[in-house]
């Protein structure tokens, strides 16, 4: 069974500090991995999905890596700020029983950037 | 571009009620999910349709029941309702693509429930 953590569960950075955010999975066949911002009490905002066969992808101030044969990934935000503020959750799609893709949710990330 | 419509969006239900919930898929995403997210919790998966058949299951109570309709759209039956089942609901929807392939699944806004 896919187990998914997200370490630290919390962090408070002041503004303008670059961070780094680290999911572990433990069974590396996967089919790909996906990073979500989620506000309180709000739903699910995509960031970045890196398919198994690569290694990062960026977008704006966010980069994602996936190193598959260790199980990890880690999503770094530079020059954070505020409006940054949320939880971040790490999604790993692997494989059910039929061959198909199951998602498997870390335990989350939640950020404060501090003004 | 067309997103992932979940509804109602709130529900507040008393104890041993039924509730449904509604998704409504991206069009022509032929697969739908289930997620249930408690109070300060991750999304628990708990059951997914493709073609209108099962094609899996979570932690998807017993007292619970869904389906997937001809034009893809899907329905969450929750009967007998619990303090405990007060949670946020996701439906995400996919094309399922050929096995052993990779696809994004796209989530829609939540229908958040409240039992009291």
């Known amino acids: 069974k896919q187990e998914v953590t997200q370490i630290p569960a919390a962090l408070s950075v002041p503004e303008g500090e670059n961070l780094v955010l680290n999911c572990s999975f433990t069974?590396?066949?996967?089919?790909?991995l996906q990073w979500f911002r989620q506000d309180p009490g709000k739903g699910l905002t995509s960031l970045l999905l890196?398919?198994?066969?690569?290694r990062e992808q960026t977008s704006g101030r966010l980069n994602a890596s996936l190193d598959k044969s260790s199980g990890r990934s880690t999503l770094y935000i530079a020059a954070s700020q505020p409006g940054d503020s949320a939880t971040y959750l790490c999604?790993?799609?692997?494989?059910?029983?039929?061959?198909?893709?199951?998602?498997?949710f870390g335990t989350g990330t939640k950020l404060q950037v501090i003004p | 571009a067309a997103g992932v419509i979940q509804s109602p969006r709130h529900l507040i239900k008393e104890k041993r009620e039924t509730a449904t919930l509604k998704c409504y898929p991206i069009?022509?995403?032929?697969?739908v999910y289930w997620y249930q997210q408690g109070p300060g919790q991750d999304p628990q998966f708990l059951i997914s349709?493709?073609?209108?058949?099962?094609?899996d299951k979570g932690s998807i109570p017993d007292r619970f029941s869904a389906q997937q309709f001809s034009d893809y759209h899907s329905e969450l039956n929750m009967s007998s309702l619990e303090l405990g089942d007060s949670a946020l609901y996701f439906c995400?929807?996919?094309?399922?693509?050929?096995?052993?392939?990779?696809?994004?699944?796209?989530f829609g806004p939540g229908t958040r429930l409240t039992v009291t």
């Open positions: 995400a929807s996919s094309l399922r693509g050929m096995r052993g392939t990779s696809y994004e699944q796209y």
């Open positions: 999604a790993v799609a692997g494989v059910n029983s039929g061959g198909y893709q199951k998602v498997t």
């Open positions: 890196i398919q198994s066969s690569q």
């Open positions: 349709f493709y073609e209108k058949m099962q094609s």
């Open positions: 069009p022509r995403h032929d697969t």
């Open positions: 069974d590396s066949a996967i089919y790909n």
